[in-house]
């Protein structure tokens, strides 16, 4: 099943390895570093129309890939959970 995150980027779910709340993940000092890091890789991409609500990490061809997305985890849960894409 394939997850829509927003800007017409859509990703497999079974190359989901989390689903992370920014405002509640980024208060962390590890978390942000991850997140610049990720950035400094060029593993990032901006799945976001608006301010990001959620990240999500991923592997693909064996890379870790980073998705930032306007939409929250809950919902990002939701659509998982009942195979809307």
Do not use: W
Request: proline share 1%.
């Amino acid at each position: 099943m394939y997850v829509m995150l927003g800007k017409d980027t859509v990703i497999s779910e079974k190359n989901i390895i989390g689903i992370f709340d920014l405002d509640i993940t980024s208060q962390s000092h590890l978390t942000r570093g991850y997140l610049s890091n990720s950035e400094k890789k060029g593993s990032v991409i901006n799945a976001a129309e608006d301010i990001p609500r959620s990240f999500v990490v991923c592997t693909e061809n064996r890379r870790e890939k980073v998705y930032l997305s306007q939409m929250a985890t809950s919902t990002l849960n939701k659509r998982i959970e009942n195979d809307i894409i």
